[in-house]
């Protein structure tokens, strides 16, 4: 084995290592924890993919699987389907969550070994490169890429690679290899499909070094012509395999008005409290920093090398001036990442960021994105500057000064960059029978439906509309395999999206933004289970405040719904209404028997098909399951019997001082009013004629009282509840 190999395979295991040191606490809470907000986006994506690949008629750029009605298109959504590969091989051995963290491992490693590899290209030391490569991999920003599952920015190894791809074909063009050289260039030019396909925004985080460098190699070279002709032909393969098999097209025919907002808003790296420090929170997106070592690397190399230039060393042809070509290279990037404007006390000097802000029309939002790319040709200056200083790093047999040296600079650099510190972790979203359910109804009618998720909320790559944990729940159809209403698209027109988020009467509530319109919520319900169709609302209760009127308000108004929702199915925090669209059809809302022809609903237990308005939300007391009722001038519940007759018993205790109520069916009022008493429960009976309940289906009970009491005004707590009579059980036993 060759010297060059053994080196590459011992710095590969060295980036293994501190991928892992990096990512621990990932690999051990696999399938447990997800790593950052965006986690849902990707395993959504590369779903996404096979599902259109093995489902004739879709389009993967054009889709209705998310924002559902509306058409999206993905010309500028992240979608990061270079990793689809990768992750279509590993998802059905080991599943998405396993398949996902690989690929964050595997990409935290190549953006070390990758670097590593250039800078020994460059001659640089091993020692030295394999620092460089190291500062990349761990560097907080890249660390916040990683933290966050943003597959499509952390693949900072397309840089070094790109620039090694075009030193091979510089190189084989002076050696007039020309086959070599060809081949080098189909290389680059799928590389530059395979860039397009990791976000849209790589081919700018190259262009800071590859356009440098490439110009650099054609002063250089006589055969510049050649050069030239071979870096058009790149370009070409790849935009044109971009056009047959990528985004191109659909980035032509994008549509819309996008809301970057001003450049002032989008944040950069502070100077130089962020080049010199690490942010406490480094995983947030408006808090980015560097950590101290790139930058105290690159001004002590400087110093170095200002001090020792005068001085005789060994002949390193070119090292200094490549050297200070890449410390010119570190400066735009550097500049850029600054954000709009540098800040020195009350001066406020606007930045070129602003400039880069509106060619893009703000599509490039994040001016520290580009702090990667400083630190690569950062890394490149240190590397040839000590190269040139202390050129026996590079032989066979090194000082052991030089190797403690170096072992001490990697251990600076972990202290530097908190080596050992992790981001918050997410818990893994909650598995549910229910939803699984849903994704085996497949074929025929149930690929037409929709899954209205609630709380409605959306999200694009400029602003989050509603709960940003109720769009995680897209993370749901990669199971149910059907269309949903929330969700993230990177890039979406705003104007539809704020139609659904705050105009819309039926999304707007269903959000929490906009107050219930029954009839115009009714009405919207009524057309779009039938048109879009919508083959389930699924309310998830862990995301609503369970002290709140929220939730009863939905379950009063979706029970109320009959014609158009069979009754719910509960399944711990999660409540799912089957529509009557759906060819299954429904169950009957009949309570549970406790003994033959004897229904009960337990008020305050399994009791969400039941309710109508006027409940509170329940609550327990001892091992009794209650609710309140109050909220509305009656409280309803609705239920299926088989017809006939019944005697019907509920318990009541009410609130404070004596209540009288009156008790109806369908309307209807059974026998005289009672008189419910605030001491203890009491159970009380009446009979309930067949005739009111017509043919046993959806039928109506009420409980209408004369008063309501709030223990605020009463001095008793703080509880600012109207409160009536607390409910526990209501029973219905049939007559002979």
Not at 163 to 180: A, D, G, N
Not at 221 to 229: E, G, K, M, Q, T
Not at 257 to 279: C, Q, W, Y
Not at 503 to 512: H, K, N, Y
Request: one cysteine or more.
């Amino acid at each position: 084995m060759s010297r060059a190999v053994r080196l590459n395979l011992s710095a590969l295991a060295v980036y293994i290592g501190f991928a892992f040191l990096l990512l621990f606490p990932l690999i051990f809470n696999n399938g447990v924890k997800v790593a950052g907000f965006d986690f849902f986006n990707y395993h959504w994506n590369f779903w996404w993919i096979r599902h259109a690949f093995s489902t004739p008629g879709l389009n993967i750029y054009q889709t209705d699987f998310v924002f559902f009605p509306l058409m999206n298109n993905f010309g500028y959504h992240a979608l990061a389907a270079f990793w689809y590969p990768f992750w279509a091989m590993l998802e059905p051995l080991f599943g998405t969550l396993t398949a996902i963290n690989a690929i964050i491992f595997i990409v935290c490693v190549l953006n070390g070994f990758v670097l590593y590899v250039w800078m020994r290209s460059e001659n640089i030391a091993p020692a030295l490169a394999l620092i460089g490569g190291l500062a990349l991999q761990t560097l907080p920003i890249s660390r916040y890429f990683y933290y966050n599952t943003h597959l499509n920015l952390m693949d900072w190894f397309w840089l070094p690679a790109f620039l090694l791809f075009w030193k091979h074909i510089t190189l084989h063009v002076q050696s007039k290899q020309v086959m070599r050289a060809l081949a080098w260039t189909v290389i680059t030019g799928c590389a530059i499909w395979g860039l397009g396909l990791t976000d849209l925004q790589f081919p700018i985080f190259v262009g800071f070094v590859l356009i440098p460098y490439g110009l650099w190699t054609l002063w250089r070279s006589p055969a510049r012509l050649a050069l030239i002709s071979l870096g058009i032909l790149a370009i070409v393969i790849g935009g044109g395999l971009l056009w047959v098999a990528g985004p191109l097209p659909y980035m032509a025919r994008f549509d819309g008005v996008l809301a970057p907002g001003p450049a002032e808003d989008r944040p950069g790296i502070p100077f130089p409290a962020g080049f010199f420090s690490m942010n406490t929170e480094w995983w947030e997106w408006d808090r980015p920093s560097l950590g101290a070592f790139v930058t105290c690397a690159l001004i002590v190399s400087f110093i170095a090398w200002w001090t020792a230039r005068r001085k005789p060393s060994p002949p390193r042809r070119g090292i200094q001036t490549r050297a200070w070509f890449w410390l010119l290279v570190a400066v735009p990037p550097f500049v850029l990442s600054l954000g709009a404007d540098l800040r020195i006390g009350d001066l406020v000097i606007p930045l070129p960021y602003r400039f880069m802000h509106a060619v893009t029309q703000g599509n490039f939002r994040m001016p520290w994105r580009l702090a990667p790319t400083y630190t690569i040709a950062a890394m490149l200056f240190c590397g040839l500057v000590w190269a040139r200083i202390v050129p026996t790093w590079n032989s066979r047999r090194v000082h052991p000064g030089w190797l403690l040296a170096g072992g001490t600079i990697i251990v600076l650099m972990a202290f530097s960059v908190r080596l050992f510190e992790t981001a918050p972790l997410q818990d893994v979203p909650p598995t549910y029978e229910t939803i699984n359910a849903m994704g085996h109804e497949r074929g025929g009618e149930y690929e037409r439906y929709m899954v209205l998720d609630v709380p409605v909320a959306l999200g694009t790559g400029e602003v989050l509309l509603g709960d940003w944990r109720a769009i995680q729940l897209q993370y749901y159809s990669i199971i149910h395999h059907k269309r949903t209403l929330n969700g993230f698209v990177s890039r979406a027109p705003i104007d539809p999206l704020w139609q659904i988020h705050m105009l819309d009467p039926l999304t707007a509530w269903l959000g929490q933004r906009a107050p219930l319109d029954a009839p115009a919520a009714r009405d919207l319900l009524a057309a779009r289970v039938y048109e879009y169709p919508i083959g389930y609302i699924v309310i998830h209760t862990r995301l609503l405040d369970s002290n709140t009127p929220v939730l009863q308000e939905m379950l009063a108004f979706f029970n109320a719904q009959d014609d158009l929702l069979c009754p719910p199915v509960t399944e711990r925090d999660l409540i799912a209404y089957r529509t009557r669209w759906h060819p299954d059809g429904c169950e009957a809302r009949t309570p549970p028997q406790t003994e033959p022809g004897v229904y009960e609903v337990d008020i305050g237990a399994d009791d969400n098909a039941y309710l109508g308005s006027g409940w509170h939300w329940r609550e327990n007391i001892f091992d009794l399951t209650m609710r309140w009722a109050g909220a509305a001038p009656r409280a309803d519940l609705f239920l299926d019997l088989p017809p006939g007759d019944y005697q019907l018993t509920f318990t009541a205790q009410s609130f404070a001082q004596p209540r009288t109520i009156r008790v109806l069916v369908n309307d209807s009022p059974l026998g005289d009013p009672f008189t419910i008493l605030p001491d203890a429960f009491s159970a009380f009976t009446v009979d309930v004629p067949a005739a009111l309940s017509d043919d046993g289906r959806h039928i109506r009970l009420s409980f209408v009282y004369d008063d309501v009491v709030v223990p605020a005004d009463i001095g008793q707590s703080a509880d600012p509840r109207p409160l009536a009579i607390m409910l526990d059980t209501v029973q219905w036993r049939s007559m002979p």
